[in-house]
């Protein structure tokens, strides 16, 4: 098993950036594809990237790319997600996800962390 705390969430004007993390705990995090989905208000959960296991490739929604940028440190056990250029439309609880295998459905993945609110005002 694998715990996920997220972090770096807050208030940012539209245009600005933000730089979530994601802290594992448990299993070993090389050994897990990790996945940042958000839920904006009053809408379901929706995927917005996934980095392999070594960071080598990675995935993102039409919506962020080129906006976005997942990483991920092995050694700190820590997936990230840089966010620039935001908009209205990024408001959302952002969380973070696990699972061994790259996901052909991304959200059923295993772990879940709880979530880091995400507000961008225009």
């Known amino acids: 098993q694998v715990q996920l705390v997220e972090s770096g969430g807050g208030l940012v004007q539209a245009g600005g950036s933000l730089r979530l993390s994601c802290a594992a705990s448990?299993?070993?995090?090389?050994?897990?594809?990790m996945y940042w989905f958000r839920q904006g208000p009053g809408k379901g959960r929706e995927f917005v990237a996934s980095?392999?296991?070594?960071?080598?490739?990675?995935y993102y929604a039409a919506s962020v790319k080129g906006r976005f940028t997942i990483s991920r440190d092995n050694a700190l056990n820590t997936v990230f997600l840089q966010m620039d250029s935001l908009k209205s439309e990024d408001t959302a609880v952002y969380y973070c996800?696990?699972?061994?295998?790259?996901?052909?459905?991304?959200?059923?993945?295993?772990?879940w962390g709880q979530g880091t609110q995400v507000t961008v005002s225009s």
């Open positions: 980095i392999n296991w070594s960071g080598a490739t990675q």
């Open positions: 996800a696990a699972d061994p295998k790259l996901l052909a459905v991304p959200i059923t993945a295993n772990y």
């Open positions: 448990g299993r070993a995090f090389s050994t897990y594809v």
